[in-house]
């Protein structure tokens, strides 16, 4: 239990993917600009994580470790989960369109992102049980919902604020995440690896 | 064989994930476009056609596709296009005709010959009147679009301005011209005197 | 199901895709596995030569597995000379009472059970105070040709030989209790690990290249 | 941005890849492998290659066999192409530039998702025709390249006071560890976005006084 | 025609006047570093200050604001915190470093006044501990600790200042110590109890009360900071809801932990006192521009600060939890706003729309 | 616990049981008018009667220029439910009827009916006097309420009579009288309550029973001892202390805002979006129980109010009995005021008053207080702007518990949305927050911003969505219209077609007849 506690507080703050390992810094920086918007895409990116650290691992186990293909592992997982991830997107928008309004427009948006391929690769790096390896997918997610979630407040913070011009915009929005992964610093060395 | 096995492997994994998408995409095919209902309900509705689109609605499925960029309603003005430019998810475009005061059409009503032409030009049936006889405009329906002058054959509709309400009059945003006068304000404040007009 | 023309195109365009990519990477793979191999050996090989004294050998080739205990095998690198003679050995110490974690040193020891050289591999510590033990050359070049009984295995502050650094003290202690450990543990197996090294039956496999 | 036109101008695409439809400045694509693995000039030159290198390829690619792919499959299909190049400059890069390799590590199988690239296949290959997709991949690779090169100098000179390995300040200057820890890469991009603001308003201003003389010309001879 | 609403009277506070309260109340602290470390103290406070204003003054410029925005005395403040929040040991260049730091990127870059989201004082505090983590984790001896140690007297404050630790070491052997905080997070690595190394230490309640022990400039005294903070209270330059609920909860946290294992845990007095934490409570966290502005939400941010502080300094790397744990909530504090709502009158708590 | 928990608020808060939530002390009160006696105001050169001097729907004036018009006379009738009549204030003359400048922060006009006195104050009588109001049905109370124009004095001018409903649904229980008058400077219903303190009990009784309610609340801030006394023994005379309670509530602004008052005496709250009348109370101030008072008992319908003028700049302050339709300008010029140059006019007190831009404007039925004020000490107030610290100090008076310092902040970025979710509307405009404000933010003119615009873009909406149905319904009637012709058209061919086809039959036929008629010739 405490294992799988670890791996949760490791994911979500200490290793967290936009802050500390650069991963999904697109979409940290494109959909932050508004609280709902983060939300809404909080919730797909978890659920697409879970996905693709939970197909990487039975593509690992099953076809490229018994196959010895490991040279195939990039092609075999990003083509699983964009495939994935379009299915789902087509079903939710027949079948909830609700549900397609909140989640389904950032689907596509995240098939191509760092985060997910990474989790896929890392997942399978570190050789975790099934279980761990969907939680971990599972709490990476929720790690870069959180600093989203977090970015897309302060964000809208700025917004008003007489930023001087040649700061305003990209510029300002990179310092505020510098800012963010100053204070995540705080959270080094919690979990001790 | 060795080589071969990857292979196989693969392209069968991509054809099943082929056939996969191909189902999917025709049995969960969505029809409709909710969008443009969400744009169309922005836009005031006053059928213009500055947009360059005969109508609203059409101007609003044009959007709803990306066909055409959000900054064309003139009559909507700048909270138009930015609610617009929200909900498409696009970059804010200034517009680039000046918003003007609001006006709605007036008919000289001795000069007017009852040729009904006007009545069938107005998108939103303000214009009342029988052949030959005076015709009279409803000014609280009129939206001003101005499609009513053209048609008239002796010119005898104006676009007049709206008078300020006074139930309609709201405070004007603070700071704009506060900010002009607040230097002498502070020095006011100092307690150094110094004339000023409020 | 009912496929019509172009939801056939569809399904067949992805395999073709599929097909000619894994094509073209099953080839590309079978040109490069050769260099990945070697680069992948000289890469472990650079680490090795800089823990281990002049050699003829090639240590990753007699790399030979020494059991620790039941489950564990410990990987030895042996340095020989150019008659074969074992002159020393190499293997990779963990010390897990880091500032932030296990720190893993890989270690030099000479047949004479002198330290050769020790180099830190991984470790979490603080940027800026604990990593003194991978930068600071001084510090690590102390370590060399001590032995169980020439120094004491402790940092100053403990009263032992090893210096601190500035700033950290937890670190350069737990890097040299874990040299001392993998000293002792030399110590206790030597007859042994001499044995392993000379035989030659004992060569592996080109698995578990990573020290 | 440049629509399916078949008759732009060269220089125009090569200008927009490399600066004003940057990936990185304009863009704000790319961020992880830019922030990732520029601690230093030199694994942000070779990042950028590789980059480069697959960009080239995939927009190559796809601009040849862009007619043959449905629209359902399109997104896929291309991925999977992508994904094929970066394992080939994978593997490569592993058999060759082992140390690069080991330093650059996860970033270079996730150049496959590098926004920028299948954004470009997507927004640019996939609508104009080989010559200007080499272009603009060429444009926009050296862009992506030129923005790491710069951040990873940025980061090597402030954290450690070198530049490519060498010692520029002197032992004397304190080594800013912020710079080379993952705050450091955000503000120092922040910034270089700042100064890629300026130099935007810059030009700009002139493009304005250009333009405004041109019209006082014209009016004045008519 | 200028429209003017109502109302038409004002009641006369302005933001010169909170801000000069609040150094007003800074002033005890501030003497008591002077106490515990001589010269230096007024060094490190004179440098911090000035550099601040200059800066400020020069951004304004630059920005082409109006530059008698600097006598608002918000940037004396975050000066004066500053200098309050660094060890006595830092050199010259690392103060410059951290002043500019705090009011270009903490502060100015944001807009200026009213418009950072993070603590300058804090954001600039934590940037020099990651960057120069070995300076940043020197402490020097406190003057009384030894009558005899002319550590602190002009001159050498002067070299401690331009020439750092190291100049000054050969002349004196023990001139840097632990703080209780760090010296204990080492000392329960070994797998030392709590009180034994709270003996080794030669810790005592009282010392740390009144203000005797190691660490930075301003958190040596517990004391001047309680009357500051209080006095501030009381003028209600402040409310009670972020001190209090930051320290209840601190203190409430390390009581339960410490009944569970007394070992392992330090009890709640030694938490209170130790580090930053008193100077967090009172004048940091309750930076009105990082932090909430309702009441309720004052609360929701004291709590949270005292969580992350006590998980920080006891689980972390980092045994200064404070100053992490109030960036960190900084980074919460729009959204508290905007879920954390005080009740409206004549409606139920929550938000409706 | 609640015992317990309650005592130990009470020691808390000082000398009150109950209060409001937030609010603000004034330091300074500058009631320099209390304990002036009433003085009446002389009669002006012209009286000036907006058309609309109430909440709701404008009158329609029933004179004609040039008529003679008597006091108390009817000169315009309410147009809809939520409206009551003016009357004119002297006998005299109709000048003219257009539009003349409102006390309105605007500046706008309305149309007006002038009136020029003649000076013999001749008085209309067509109200009777019902001194035994005990016995006059309720409705019959309602409906003289209403004729006599009574809106409520308090300020808000809302028609009275609406207020004295006997609603099965929600009975009244609890009449309130508000005679906290929490404004600074102002001091009309301070000196009414000593002077008329009869009169409005006996109006409070009227209302308790046109309401049928049991308890009467006089409501008094404790800077108004004096008028406690006086109030708490007439009750006695009049026997009514049974019935009427007279609280006493800590000095506070804003206690006279009815929510906030019903908050402080019953610990209630009127539900957002509902009226007092939920929670079975009414409120009214004295002033207007007074006037209700005049209009059953005496017959006289509202022409004359208290009002204080005061402030800075005049030199002889007082509290004025006045006629409505008096000129501003007029009565500052009675108690002192020379020259104007330099003075800015309030309409109100200083936390809910107006600035006017003229003084040129007529004392209105909701005209508590003129104060004229130097320009230097309003503009002191009126200090720059500067940037929002956050410090929470408005919220922490707030009344409502609203977020101020947000609630501007959106206003000003144009996030009206965001305003209304944090309760834009739930605001009254009471000024405490921009009273506390360090950065002397003008967050009232914020929120009143913000609602103008709201109610504009609402405005903007419905019309488009009319329009948009007109639209529609103009394509669908041209459509059928189309489809009506070419139906007709379809109808007429048809018809022709069919002609053409009966005349080819009938043609044949009669060829064929012919044929037959010819066969039978044949045959026969
Ligand atoms: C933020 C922080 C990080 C630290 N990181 C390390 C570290 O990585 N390695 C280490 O040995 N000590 C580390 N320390 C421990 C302290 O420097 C500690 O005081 C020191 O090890 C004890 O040395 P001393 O006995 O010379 O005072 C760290 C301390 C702090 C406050
Ligand atoms: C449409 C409307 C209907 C009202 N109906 C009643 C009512 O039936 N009974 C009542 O006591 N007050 C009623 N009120 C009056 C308000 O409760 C309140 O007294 C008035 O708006 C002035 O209060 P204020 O000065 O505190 O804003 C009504 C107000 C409005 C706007
Ligand atoms: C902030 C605020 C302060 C008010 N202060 C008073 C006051 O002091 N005295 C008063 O009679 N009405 C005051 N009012 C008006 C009351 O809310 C309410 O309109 C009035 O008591 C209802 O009585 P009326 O209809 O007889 O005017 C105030 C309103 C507000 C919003
Ligand atoms: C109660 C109070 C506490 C403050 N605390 C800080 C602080 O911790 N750090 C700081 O830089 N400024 C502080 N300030 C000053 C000011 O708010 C700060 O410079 C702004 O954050 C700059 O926008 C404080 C001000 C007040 C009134
Ligand atoms: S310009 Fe605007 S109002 Fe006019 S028709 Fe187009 S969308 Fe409608
Ligand atoms: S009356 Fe004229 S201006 Fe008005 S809506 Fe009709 S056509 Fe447009
Ligand atoms: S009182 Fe003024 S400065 Fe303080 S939070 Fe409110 S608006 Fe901001
Ligand atoms: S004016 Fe509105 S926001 Fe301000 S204190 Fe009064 S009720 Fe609250
Ligand atoms: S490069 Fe775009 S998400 Fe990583």
């Given at each position: 239990m405490t294992e799988f506690g670890i791996i949760l507080l490791s994911a979500v703050l200490v290793n967290n993917y936009v802050l500390t390992k650069f991963l999904g810094i697109?979409?940290?920086?494109?959909?932050?600009?508004?609280?709902?918007?983060?939300?809404?895409?909080?919730?797909?990116?978890?659920?697409?994580?879970?996905?693709?650290?939970?197909?990487?691992?039975?593509?690992?186990?099953?076809?490229?470790?018994?196959?010895?293909?490991?040279?195939?592992?990039?092609?075999?997982?990003?083509?699983?989960?964009?495939?994935?991830?379009?299915?789902?997107?087509?079903?939710?928008?027949?079948?909830?369109?609700?549900?397609?309004?909140?989640?389904?427009?950032?689907?596509?948006?995240?098939?191509?992102?760092?985060?997910?391929?990474?989790?896929?690769?890392?997942?399978?790096?570190?050789?975790?049980?099934?279980?761990a390896s969907v939680l971990y997918g599972f709490g990476a997610a929720v790690g870069f919902g959180l600093v989203l979630v977090l970015f897309s407040g302060l964000r809208e913070r700025l917004e008003a604020a007489p930023i001087p011009e040649v700061f305003k915009g990209s510029p300002i929005t990179l310092i505020t995440a510098g800012m963010m992964a100053l204070a995540f610093m705080g959270f080094a060395g919690l979990v001790k690896v | 064989m060795e080589l071969l096995y990857p292979v196989l492997i693969f392209s069968l994994l991509a054809l099943v994930i082929g056939a996969g998408l191909a189902f999917t995409s025709r049995y969960f095919h969505v029809e409709g476009d909710p969008l443009a209902d969400k744009v169309d309900a922005l836009l005031p509705q006053t059928q213009c056609g500055q947009c360059g689109y005969p109508g609203c609605r059409p101007y609003a499925d044009a959007v709803a596709a990306d066909e055409v960029a959000v900054n064309h309603c003139v009559p909507g003005g700048e909270r138009t296009m930015l609610a617009i430019a929200d909900i498409m998810g696009v970059e804010p475009k200034a517009i680039e005709e000046e918003e003007t005061a609001p006006v709605v059409a007036y008919i000289r009503e001795d000069e007017c010959i009852g040729c009904t032409l006007c009545i069938k030009a107005c998108p939103v049936d303000c214009i009342i009147g029988a052949p030959k006889q005076y015709h009279?405009?409803?000014?609280?329906?009129?939206?001003?679009?101005?499609?009513?002058?053209?048609?008239?054959?002796?010119?005898?509709?104006?676009?007049?301005?709206?008078?300020?309400?006074?139930?309609?009059?709201?405070?004007?945003?603070?700071?704009?011209?506060?900010?002009?006068?607040?230097e002498k304000r502070k020095a006011q404040h100092d307690g150094r005197e110094e004339g000023l007009d409020v | 199901m009912s496929f019509d023309k172009a939801q056939q195109k569809i399904a067949l365009t992805l395999f073709v895709v599929g097909l000619v990519s894994a094509t073209l990477l099953a080839f590309v793979d079978k040109w490069t596995a050769g260099p990945i191999a070697e680069a992948q050996r000289q890469a472990l090989h650079q680490s090795l030569l800089q823990v281990l004294p002049e050699h003829a050998n090639d240590p990753l080739q007699d790399m030979f597995l020494f059991p620790m205990s039941k489950q564990e095998n410990l990987k030895v690198f042996p340095a020989k000379d150019k008659k074969g003679v074992v002159v020393a050995y190499a293997w990779q110490q963990v010390a897990p009472d880091g500032y932030s974690?296990?720190?893993?040193?890989?270690?030099?020891?000479?047949?004479?059970?002198?330290?050769?050289?020790?180099?830190?591999?991984?470790?979490?510590?603080?940027?800026?105070?604990?990593?003194?033990?991978?930068?600071?050359?001084?510090?690590?070049?102390?370590?060399?040709?001590?032995?169980?009984?020439n120094a004491k295995w402790l940092v100053k502050k403990d009263g032992g030989d090893f210096d601190q650094f500035t700033g950290a003290t937890i670190s350069p202690r737990a890097v040299v209790k874990a040299v001392h450990q993998g000293l002792i543990f030399y110590k206790t197996n030597q007859a042994d690990m001499l044995k392993r090294a000379h035989a030659p039956a004992m060569n592996m496999d080109k698995e578990g290249d990573k020290p | 941005m440049p629509s399916n036109n078949d008759s732009l101008n060269k220089q125009e695409i090569f200008q927009d890849g490399f600066w004003f439809n940057n990936?990185?400045?304009?863009?704000?694509?790319?961020?992880?492998?830019?922030?990732?693995?520029?601690?230093?000039?030199?694994?942000?030159?070779?990042?950028?290659?590789a980059t480069l290198a697959v960009l080239l390829c995939s927009n190559l690619i796809v601009s040849l066999v862009r007619e043959f792919i449905p629209d359902e499959v399109r997104i896929p299909s291309y991925i999977v192409i992508i994904a094929s190049l970066v394992t080939v400059v994978e593997l490569a890069m592993n058999a060759w530039m082992h140390d690069m390799y080991l330093i650059l590590g996860l970033f270079i199988p996730l150049i496959v998702v590098n926004c920028a690239i299948l954004g470009r296949a997507e927004a640019f290959a996939s609508k104009n025709n080989v010559v200007d997709s080499v272009v603009d991949a060429l444009g926009m690779g050296l862009g992506f390249t030129f923005a790491l090169l710069l951040l990873g100098g940025v980061r090597e000179l402030l954290g450690q006071g070198e530049l490519f390995g060498f010692d520029v300040f002197g032992?004397?200057?304190?080594?800013?560890?912020?710079?080379?820890?993952?705050?450091?890469?955000?503000?120092?991009?922040?910034?270089?976005?700042?100064?890629?603001?300026?130099?935007?308003?810059?030009?700009?201003?002139?493009?304005?006084?250009l333009i405004i003389a041109e019209k006082q010309a014209s009016s004045e001879s008519v | 025609m200028i429209f003017l609403s109502s109302p038409h009277q004002h009641g006369g506070n302005s933001i010169q006047l909170t801000m000069f309260s609040v150094i007003i109340a800074l002033i005890p602290a501030a003497m008591v570093s002077v106490y515990l470390y001589g010269w230096l103290a007024v060094f490190l406070l004179t440098t911090c200050i000035g550099v601040s204003l200059l800066t400020e003054y020069l951004s304004l410029k630059w920005m082409g604001k109006k530059t008698d925005r600097v006598w608002d005395g918000s940037a004396g403040l975050t000066g004066l915190l500053l200098a309050l929040v660094l060890p006595a040991a830092v050199p010259w260049w690392m103060v410059i470093f951290a002043s500019v730091f705090a009011i270009v990127l903490g502060k100015q870059l944001y807009g200026g006044l009213g418009h950072n989201p993070f603590n300058p004082a804090l954001a600039a505090r934590v940037v020099l501990l990651i960057s120069f983590p070995l300076q940043m984790t020197t402490w020097l001896v406190p003057m009384h600790m030894d009558a005899s140690l002319d550590m602190y007297s002009f001159m050498t404050s002067l070299k401690f200042f331009f020439l750092g630790v190291d100049a000054v070491q050969q002349t004196w052997d023990a001139v840097t110590m632990a703080s209780p905080l760090g010296y204990l997070k080492t000392e329960l690595g070994q797998g030392v109890t709590v009180s034994e190394a709270l003996q080794q230490y030669h810790?005592?309640?009282?010392?740390?009360?009144?203000?005797?022990?190691?660490?930075?400039?301003?958190?040596?005294?517990?004391?001047?900071?309680?009357?500051?903070?209080?006095?501030?209270?009381?003028?209600?330059?402040?409310?009670?809801?972020?001190?209090?609920?930051?320290?209840?909860?601190?203190?409430?946290?390390?009581?339960?932990?410490?009944?569970?294992?007394?070992?392992?845990?330090?009890?709640?007095?030694?938490?209170?006192?130790?580090?930053?934490?008193?100077?967090?409570?009172?004048?940091?966290?309750?930076?009105?521009?990082?932090?909430?502005?309702?009441?309720?939400?004052?609360?929701?941010?004291?709590?949270?600060?005292?969580?992350?502080?006590?998980?920080?300094?006891?689980?972390g790397a980092y045994p200064e939890g404070a100053m992490f744990a109030v960036v960190l909530m900084n980074m919460a504090t729009p959204l508290i706003d905007y879920y954390v709502r005080p009740r409206v009158y004549g409606r139920k708590r929550g938000r409706q729309s | 616990m609640f015992e317990f928990w309650h005592k130990i608020q009470q020691s808390l808060s000082i000398g009150s049981v109950q209060s409001f939530t937030g609010g603000i002390v004034h330091r300074n009160q500058h009631k320099v008018t209390a304990s002036h006696p009433i003085v009446a105001c002389a009669l002006p050169e012209l009286f000036i009667h907006p058309i609309k001097q109430h909440i709701g729907d404008p009158c329609e004036p029933i004179v004609q220029v040039g008529e003679r018009v008597l006091k108390g006379q009817t000169i315009a009738k309410p147009q809809g439910y939520l409206s009551v009549p003016v009357h004119a204030s002297t006998s005299g003359t109709v000048t003219s009827i257009e539009e003349h400048t409102i006390p309105h922060p605007s500046g706008l006009g309305l149309i007006s009916i002038y009136i020029k006195p003649d000076g013999l104050d001749e008085v209309d009588e067509s109200l009777h006097p019902l001194p035994n109001y005990r016995s006059v049905d309720a409705v019959e109370l309602r409906e003289r309420v209403r004729q006599a124009g009574i809106a409520g004095l308090g300020g808000a001018v809302f028609p009275t009579f609406i207020k004295l409903v006997r609603d099965q649904k929600n009975p009244i229980e609890t009449v309130i009288l508000n005679g906290i008058e929490c404004e600074p400077w102002l001091t009309c219903d301070h000196q009414l309550m000593i002077e008329k303190a009869h009169e409005i009990i006996s109006g409070l009784d009227i209302i308790l029973h046109a309401v049928d309610a049991s308890k009467g609340i006089i409501a008094i801030e404790d800077n108004k001892l004096d008028a406690v006394k006086v109030i708490e023994k007439t009750l006695a005379d009049m026997g009514l202390n049974e019935s009427v309670e007279v609280r006493v509530l800590p000095t506070r602004y804003p206690q006279g805002g009815e929510k906030q008052l019903i908050q402080a005496v019953t610990g209630k709250e009127v539900p957002a979006g509902g009226l007092p009348l939920h929670i079975g109370i009414l409120s009214t101030n004295v002033g207007t129980s007074k006037a209700v008072y005049d209009a059953v008992c005496l017959g006289e319908p509202l022409t004359e109010r208290i009002i204080t003028v005061s402030g800075d700049a005049v030199p002889k302050p007082a509290n004025m009995s006045v006629r409505l339709g008096t000129s501003m300008h007029f009565l500052l010029k009675q108690c002192g005021v020379e020259s104007f140059d330099g003075i800015k006019v309030l309409h109100g007190g200083p936390m809910m008053g107006e600035l006017l831009s003229t003084d040129d404007v007529p004392v209105v039925k909701g005209s508590n207080g003129i104060l004229a004020m130097t320009q230097?000490?309003?503009?002191?107030?009126?200090?720059?702007?500067?940037?929002?610290i956050r410090c929470g100090d408005c919220g922490d008076v707030c009344p409502a518990g609203l977020m101020p310092n947000l609630l501007a902040a959106h206003c000003k970025e144009n996030q009206f949305e965001r305003a209304e979710d944090y309760n834009l509307f739930d605001c009254i405009e009471c000024g405490a927050c921009s009273f506390v404000c360090p950065s002397h933010i003008p967050l009232v003119h914020y929120f009143r911003y913000g609602k103008g615009q709201v109610a504009q873009i609402n405005r903007e909406k419905e019309f488009a969505e009319a329009s948009r149905v007109r639209s529609e319904k103009r394509d669908a009637r041209l459509a059928k219209e189309l489809a009506e012709k070419e139906e007709k058209r379809r109808i007429a061919k048809e018809k022709k077609e069919a002609r053409a086809k009966a005349l080819a039959e009938k043609e044949a036929a009669e060829q064929a007849s012919s044929e037959v008629a010819a066969k039978p010739e044949e045959d026969t």
């Open positions: 697109c979409p940290f920086l494109g959909v932050s600009g508004k609280l709902e918007t983060a939300i809404g895409m909080s919730f797909a990116v978890m659920f697409v994580m879970t996905l693709a650290s939970t197909a990487s691992w039975i593509i690992q186990q099953l076809i490229l470790i018994p196959f010895d293909i490991m040279y195939l592992q990039t092609v075999f997982f990003i083509l699983i989960i964009a495939a994935l991830v379009q299915f789902v997107e087509m079903v939710m928008h027949k079948t909830s369109p609700v549900l397609y309004q909140g989640l389904g427009i950032f689907l596509p948006l995240i098939t191509t992102n760092c985060a997910v391929l990474g989790v896929a690769i890392l997942n399978v790096q570190q050789d975790y049980s099934f279980f | 009279t405009i409803i000014t609280d329906h009129c939206t001003g679009c101005t499609l009513c002058l053209e048609p008239c054959p002796v010119d005898c509709i104006d676009m007049v301005e709206t008078p300020e309400l006074l139930e309609h009059w709201s405070w004007p945003v603070p700071g704009t011209k506060r900010a002009v006068k607040a | 974690g296990t720190i893993k040193v890989l270690m030099g020891v000479r047949v004479s059970g002198e330290v050769a050289a020790i180099r830190v591999v991984f470790h979490k510590e603080t940027p800026g105070l604990g990593d003194g033990i991978v930068k600071n050359t001084a510090w690590l070049n102390s370590f060399i040709d001590k032995t169980l009984s | 990936a990185i400045f304009a863009q704000l694509l790319g961020m992880c492998p830019l922030l990732g693995v520029t601690t230093t000039a030199e694994n942000g030159f070779w990042m950028g290659l032992a004397s200057y304190p080594d800013v560890l912020l710079f080379i820890l993952p705050p450091g890469a955000f503000i120092a991009l922040g910034f270089i976005l700042a100064g890629v603001n300026l130099v935007n308003m810059k030009l700009q201003a002139k493009k304005d006084a | 810790y005592s309640t009282l010392h740390a009360f009144i203000g005797r022990e190691a660490g930075s400039l301003g958190e040596g005294s517990a004391l001047a900071l309680l009357m500051g903070g209080i006095w501030l209270m009381a003028r209600h330059t402040i409310s009670w809801h972020i001190p209090l609920s930051y320290l209840a909860t601190v203190a409430v946290m390390a009581s339960l932990f410490n009944v569970i294992n007394p070992d392992v845990y330090a009890p709640p007095m030694f938490h209170l006192l130790a580090g930053g934490l008193m100077l967090c409570a009172f004048f940091m966290a309750t930076d009105p521009v990082s932090s909430p502005s309702s009441g309720i939400g004052k609360v929701v941010f004291g709590v949270g600060c005292g969580v992350l502080t006590w998980v920080i300094r006891t689980f | 230097r000490n309003i503009m002191r107030a009126h200090h720059e702007e500067e940037p929002c």
